[in-house]
Each structure stands twice: as C-alpha cells, then as structure tokens.
C-alpha cells in the first residue's frame, strides 16, 4: 500500500476546558509537550491511582504513533500535599513520617522506588523527565512573590491565592456544587470559600521536617504551586497538554489555572490563557463499594494483585478494555476475564512466532506497513488508526488486533508485523510475553508450578488407565491446594492458581 492510499485519521482529543473533543495540532511542530500530574509518595499507589498513568501511557504512545516527538513529565510530589484538599490539617508527607516513626526523606525515597516499579511492570513508559517537588521550592517562592501583590493576601497560617483576582475561575470544573465546595475546609480570614494556599507557614513552636524560609516566614509551599511551577520550568508556557485523574478536575487544576493566569499577567488580555491548552481528565476506577481511595484503607495495589498471581499486564489490559473518560468496575471476575484475554493474544502470537520465518518486525514503522502490508490486513490498519485517533478509544482498538491474530491466509511474518505496529500503541508487551510468564506464582501459594506439572503428569496416567478415582484425588487435593484443573480449556492452559 502506498502512502497516497492510507487515509490517516486525524487526531481528536477530549478537552476538559471546552468539554468537547477537538482536532489536536501541537504548538511546536511535530512536538507535544505532556504534563502529568504525579503521586504524592506517602503511600503505594494503589490500581485506581494507576489507571490514569495507563491513560497517559496511551496517550503518549498514540502521539508517537502519529509521528510526534513527546516530551513528557510526571511529577513527584514529596512536599505539600495535604490529607485532603483542604488548607488545614496535616500534610501528607508529615503524617505518613509521624504514623512510621522514619525520617521524611525516607518515606519519599520508598513509595517513590515502589511507585516507579509499579510503571515499569506496568509497561509504562518513563517519562522524559521525572521532576521532584522539593528540588523546585526555590522556583516557587520567586513564582509567589511575583504574583503576591497582585493576586494573594497574607494569613497568621500562610500567603493565600485570591480566586476572585482571575477571569472565569473555576471554568474547568465546570461550575463548584457543594460537594467539592465540602472538600475545602474554612480557614479563618479567607476571603472567599475557593481561596487556596500558595505558601503554608509551619504553626509557631512547631518544626517540620520539610521547611524553608521565605518572605513569608518559614512552611512549605502549597500543593497546587508545585505543578505550575514544574510544567512552566520543564515544558514552558502554554504548552500542549495536562493530564490527571477526573478528582483533579474540580479544585487542584482550577487552582493551578489560576496561578498560571495570575503568573503570565495576562488576565485581561488573554483571559482564556490556562497554561495549557488541553487538559484531560481519566475517570475512577471504582468497586462494588464506590470509588477506590486509600482514605477507606485496604486499597488494592498493583503487588497484592502480583501477590494473588495476576500478571500486572492482565490489569493494563482491563483498563484499555474501557475508555478513558468511563468509569471502570474493577472486580475479581473482570480482572480474571482480562487474564484470560491477555493469555489469548499471547498464545496467538506464541503460535505466528514459531511459524514465522525470521523478518525483524519487532522495528517496523509505519510507513513500511503502509507500503508493504498484505491487502487483506489493509483495511485493520485503516481501522485501529481511526480507533486510536478518536480520542484514544482503545475498546474498539482491541478486538482489531484479535483479528489480526486469527486472519486466515495472510503471510505469518506480515501479521506480526501489524501485530508489533498495533502494540506498539497498546503497549502489552504481546512479541515478549510469554504464555509461562503469565502463570505467576502467589505469594502464599502452597504448591510450586513444577509440583503441579507433576500431579498433573500423575493424573494424566491415571486417566489413561481409567483410575477416576485416583485421578479424582488428585484433583481435589490440588484444588485443597488453590490449583483449579481446568479439564477441556479451550485454551490448553490445564490449570490455574485461583486469585485470593
């Protein structure tokens, strides 16, 4: 196919800012500069936090397969975050280092390690930069104290934002109702109930482990300064997108908008300047219970699931199964269904690689699909990019790659390729996986997969002998065991270790 033949489907993306979705062209040429709200590292993240880097891995790679440069950053914010939206109370960081009796500086070093092994197992990719708060509390107090005069006044607790000094606050919320109004706790002498903290002064008497000194005395900066701050230093200003999870929406990327305004000096001139000029939102991931937070406690992270034999890949993959912008139930029965998926498409493409006669399709690009590709995958190709390029819709991207996997009479080696090309953009590692790699032992499993193999070997002989009730023995003993024998798997899996 000739690149005069391929139709390429424009990019679309959703914008909070306008609530519609839009053709996206980057700013610079060819370059899109990405901004990704990170994890405050007082905690592991749990699988809700890691549905919006999922999103954002998609995104990125999306870019890429539209032939953009990307430069992304993802902050870690070590500093600053209180224990809820609120301009009271403990901040995070402080409180998770109290309730552990560690030094501040640890607790972030460790959920920062946990946090980053859980991107890369994952298939995440790294950002282009990972920015780090507290190496930028120099930046944002010369950010405040330009726009101090203007835009903030001072309290015995801290130096505040004054919302009402900006046009439109609170656009990208779309309005405030009384739940998140709820989420900001009174603090006495605020002017206005949005009115934010852009530098937190430590109480009198009391020291914290992360303070510094500023023209308003010493504290820390608020939680929101942080994000302006990095994306302008790393990305400048406007640059191209803004992402976090749909909570952000309401009251942190207001807050930041509003900074941003007040930062440039342009709210009379260019009233809709917001620092970026998109900013999307994934929604919650959510259980029979509601909308998974640590602040319920027994969040599930991305180890219990490894814990529990779930390859990490198995959850990526039932978070492309829905779109971004829903909501998506997470359950044992879909998480196992997800498995079951991901161990499909690894088995396919097992069985194309051991008929495949040697073309390095793990490098193919774009523009030699196109000019190259069999005609009957054609019209898969022309597919996934619409699918893709409509606002990242990977749930009608998926079942495009399945049929590309079971495509009769259609070359092996050009079928990876398409293949290699489509998980590129999905990023489920399908050319590496192997069907052993997604049997993870758990970790209070009481039997090996080698001890397993055996019974089944011993099981296996006692059928042919028509010994069913030594084969029934054995079954049920590996059953006691947490082995669930799958006799006539459609998948020849045989067995499986069942999720705690």
């Not at 749990?46 to 880097?53: D, E, K, S, V």
Request: proline content about 5%; overall charge negative; charged content about 25%.
């Amino acid at each position: 196919m000739s690149q005069d033949q391929h139709s390429d489907a424009p990019l679309r993306l959703f914008n909070s800012l306008t609530r519609s979705i839009e053709p996206f062209a980057p700013i610079e040429p060819n370059h899109a500069r990405v901004y990704s709200c990170g994890p405050t590292v007082y905690n592991y993240a749990h699988i809700g936090n890691l549905r919006a880097y999922v999103f954002v891995d998609t995104l990125r790679r999306t870019l890429l397969w539209k032939g953009l440069d990307v430069t992304q950053i993802i902050n870690i914010t070590d500093v600053g975050h209180l224990t809820s939206d609120a301009d009271a109370g403990d901040d995070k960081m402080e409180a998770a280092a109290r309730a552990s009796a560690k030094s501040i500086w640890d607790i972030a070093a460790h959920y920062t390690q946990a946090f980053k092994a859980n991107i890369a197992d994952l298939n995440i990719m790294a950002p282009s930069e990972w920015t780090v708060a507290t190496d930028y509390v120099p930046q944002m107090i010369e950010f405040a104290q330009k726009i101090a005069d203007a835009h903030c006044y001072e309290l015995d607790s801290g130096l505040y934002f004054d919302s009402s000094t900006v046009p439109n606050y609170g656009a990208l919320a779309g309005g405030r109702d009384d739940a998140a109004h709820a989420r900001i706790d009174p603090v006495a002498g605020k002017r206005n109930p949005s009115d934010f903290a852009i530098w937190r002064k430590s109480p009198p008497g009391e020291q914290r482990q992360m303070e510094w000194d500023s023209p308003w005395g010493k504290g820390a900066p608020g939680w929101h300064l942080e994000c302006s701050v990095m994306s302008q230093a790393r990305l400048g200003q406007p640059f191209d997108i803004h992402t976090g999870g749909i909570d952000h929406r309401e009251i942190h990327h207001p807050n930041e908008i509003a900074q941003n305004q007040a930062y440039c000096g342009c709210t009379d001139t260019q009233p809709d300047f917001t620092g970026a000029r998109w900013w999307m939102h994934n929604n919650f991931l959510v259980d029979r219970q509601g909308k998974m937070s640590k602040s319920k406690g027994g969040f599930t992270t991305l180890f219990s699931l490894v814990d529990a034999g779930v390859h990490p890949i198995a959850y990526r993959l039932l978070c492309l199964g829905a779109h971004y912008r829903s909501e998506l139930e997470f359950s044992a029965d879909n998480l196992a269904a997800a498995l079951t998926r991901l161990k499909r498409l690894v088995m396919g493409v097992e069985g194309l690689k051991s008929r495949a006669e040697g073309i390095t399709w793990q490098s193919v690009t774009l523009d030699y699909l196109r000019a190259n590709l069999h005609p009957k995958l054609v019209p898969l190709l022309e597919q996934f990019d619409a699918a893709i390029a409509d606002d990242l819709m990977t749930p009608r991207a998926l079942p495009l790659l399945e049929e590309a996997i079971s495509m009769k009479k259609v070359p092996v080696d050009e079928k990876l390729c398409l293949i290699a090309a489509f998980d590129q953009a999905l990023g489920l590692r399908l050319l590496d996986l192997t069907r052993a790699e997604l049997r993870v032992q758990p970790k209070d499993a009481q039997i090996t997969p080698e001890e397993i193999e055996a019974e089944l070997e011993r099981r296996t002989a006692a059928r042919a002998e028509k010994d069913f009730a030594l084969s029934d023995e054995i079954r049920d003993a590996l059953i006691a065991r947490g082995v669930e024998v799958m006799d006539g798997d459609p998948l020849r899996w045989d067995w499986r270790l069942t999720l705690a």
